[in-house]
């Protein structure tokens, strides 16, 4: 395939016009003057844009990087000789989200479509190869020179070197095949033995679940009967209880009743008493005196009956009376015997005759009242003396004394009357109530205990029949756990077979590579020679395509991290194009295109460089876009 001429609305290419020739196409422009984008476009034309593809590291995807700056909708025209044939293609974009989705190819001058030339098909046909398979061999972008590994890439190198045919790829296989072995078994967590394991032993727990729950089912019935053993014997006890409960009651009640009469009859007979001794004491000279009161009162009256008698014991003496009687008339015999002057000495005397007479005779008055108040008094205790005034109160004190006794006696009666009314109303009020006794209510407890321990027994023993029927029949569950393990035994074999498979696969890459991977080194090494002026003179490539060049004389080759910019460039250029030599269809090879792969080279190296790519152009195409 020949490139001839492209026109591209593309990127910052507005229309713009490339023609090239055959054999080697040095197009030199400045930096931002499009040279990567026509390779792009060269790349879109021929394979299409991938719309689904999205940004990744900080690069833009071809759909959003390549829009054109203009705003129209990405589109071109590559005129190409193919087979003998001379070729336009066109592409153009319809929905923004899909550019260049729209494809052409018809002969030019007939305007004859090409058939069976698609736009998802048209590079693959064209070129001979895939995209990926293009892009790391005759597709060198800028700082892309690097070969990276791919399924693709490794069809065709199988293709050529066993059956021709391309649909071979040990990684593809190999990642198939350990898919394949992911799908039965992932590091011990994954695919479908691990899925087994689980499921077996999901069921391994249903059946020692279905144990436990048999086990507790049994131990939980046992439970419920004896409960309701218990139960019953408890409501015997408390029916016995209740019964000599009431008994106890209606005896204590008639006890209470009998007592109550019996303390009436004593209150009664203690007030009689108690009516009788005030009496008596309210008959008595000191009526409801206190003892004190008595005793003062009988104490004052003695001693003023003591006064009185005193009183009444005291005489005035006549003697003075008589004596001025007698003076008197003695003055008075004086005054008519011998002179007057005795008459005024006897009035004197017969005044104070009269004055001592009615003295005396006031003070028998007195005596003779005090004598008559004394007897009063003692009259008055019925006593002869006042040593039994004092004789009477005592007397009243012990009257007081019985009396008190007697009053006390009578409360008594009356608390015990009151006690015993209590108590038979007690009685009554608890029989009515039906109040029972501590013992039958801590009967009733545990009676209710029992009864709350069988219901919640009667409760579980629900929920695990139903969880026992939703688990399922342990025969069901015993087979199916059988059937995992002859499919887990035969997924086993299975992984094993897949196991023989990957291996035998290995080495059948390995013999593949050891027939293919020495004549790509080899005439990798001859362009790395040619382009280092024999510097170096032998190459390896590892299966990831990751290349080490040996300096002639060197004992061991250096990987790129060893070498410079320039040297590392040349590596994976002598990689690239001994690729292309091997790999890429002899007949009407495609072009070989290159962005700037030469930047890193010193100009000698860069002159060899340039001999290699005239004498590639002498069979294929080479479009070299360069700065310099």
């Not at 005489?315 to 005054?335: E, K, T």
């Not at 219901?455 to 756990?481: C, F, K, N, W, Y």
């Amino acid at each position: 395939m020949i490139i001839k001429n492209m026109t591209a609305t593309f990127g910052c290419l507005n229309g713009r016009k490339l023609a090239l020739e055959d054999g080697l196409n040095v197009i030199c422009a400045p930096n931002e003057s499009g040279k990567s984008t026509w390779c792009a476009f060269i790349r879109a034309m021929l394979y299409g844009i991938d719309s689904s593809e999205r940004a990744k590291g900080g690069r833009l995807p071809d759909k959003t990087r390549y829009a054109p700056w203009s705003g129209a909708l990405p589109a071109g025209t590559m005129e190409i000789t193919h087979g003998g044939r001379e070729i336009t293609l066109r592409r153009s974009t319809k929905n923004a989200a899909y550019p260049m989705r729209e494809f052409k190819a018809v002969y030019i001058g007939t305007e004859e479509s090409v058939s069976g030339l698609t736009g998802a098909g048209a590079g693959q046909i064209l070129t001979g190869v895939s995209r990926e398979v293009f892009r790391r061999s005759a597709f060198i972008e800028q700082g892309e020179v690097t070969v990276t590994a791919d399924t693709e890439l490794e069809k065709r190198i199988a293709s050529i070197v066993s059956s021709g045919e391309e649909g071979v790829s040990y990684t593809e296989a190999d990642a198939r095949l350990r898919v394949w072995q992911r799908k039965r078994r992932y590091r011990n967590t994954g695919g479908a033995i691990p899925e087994l394991e689980k499921e077996a032993e999901a069921k391994r727990g249903l059946l020692e679940c279905l144990s436990r729950s048999r086990a507790e089912q049994e131990r939980l019935l046992e439970e419920l009967e004896q409960s309701r053993r218990d139960s019953a014997a408890l409501a015997e006890r408390i029916a016995a209880a209740r019964d000599a409960w009431r008994r106890e009651v209606l005896t204590g009640l008639e006890r209470a009743r009998e007592h109550e009469r019996e303390s009436t009859a004593a209150q009664e007979a203690a007030a009689k008493a108690a009516a009788v001794k005030r009496a008596d004491l309210e008959r008595g000279v000191f009526g409801a005196m206190t003892p004190d009161e008595a005793a003062e009162t009988a104490e004052a009256d003695a001693e003023k009956a003591e006064e009185l008698l005193r009183a009444a014991d005291k005489r005035v003496s006549a003697r003075p009376v008589v004596l001025a009687i007698i003076l008197c008339f003695l003055a008075a015999a004086l005054g008519f015997a011998y002179d007057w002057y005795f008459f005024p000495i006897s009035a004197v005397m017969a005044v104070g005759a009269a004055l001592l007479w009615a003295r005396y005779s006031a003070a028998g008055k007195n005596a003779l009242a005090c004598a008559a108040a004394r007897e009063e008094i003692l009259r008055k205790y019925a006593v002869r003396s006042e040593a039994e005034i004092y004789a009477a109160a005592d007397a009243h004190a012990r009257n007081w004394e019985d009396h008190q006794k007697a009053a006390a006696a009578v409360e008594r009666a009356k608390a015990v009357l009151a006690s015993a009314r209590a108590a038979h109303e007690n009685a009554q009020a608890l029989l009515i109530r039906g109040e029972e006794p501590e013992i039958i209510l801590k009967l009733q407890r545990e009676q209710a205990a029992l009864d709350s321990r069988a219901a919640a027994a009667g409760t579980r023993l629900s929920e695990l029949t139903g969880s026992h029927q939703a688990l399922g029949d342990p025969m069901v569950i015993e087979s199916g756990l059988e059937d995992l393990r002859e499919r887990r035994s035969e997924l086993e074999a299975q992984f094993d077979a897949i196991d023989l498979a990957v291996s035998v696969l290995k080495e059948a890459d390995e013999e593949i590579r050891s027939r293919f991977s020495p004549a790509l080194s080899r005439t990798a090494a001859g362009y790395m020679s040619r382009l280092t002026g024999g510097r170096y003179d032998e190459l390896t490539l590892s299966r990831d395509f990751t290349a080490a060049a040996r300096l002639a004389g060197d004992a061991v080759p250096h990987e790129t991290a060893y070498l410079s910019a320039g040297a590392a460039d040349l590596l994976y250029l002598s990689v690239r194009l001994a690729v292309c030599e091997l790999v890429l269809p002899r007949e009407d090879p495609c072009p070989l295109v290159l962005d700037d792969a030469l930047i890193n080279l010193d100009p000698e190296r860069a002159e060899a460089a340039m001999e290699v790519l005239k004498e590639i152009a002498q069979r294929r195409q080479v479009i070299l876009f360069t700065c310099k």
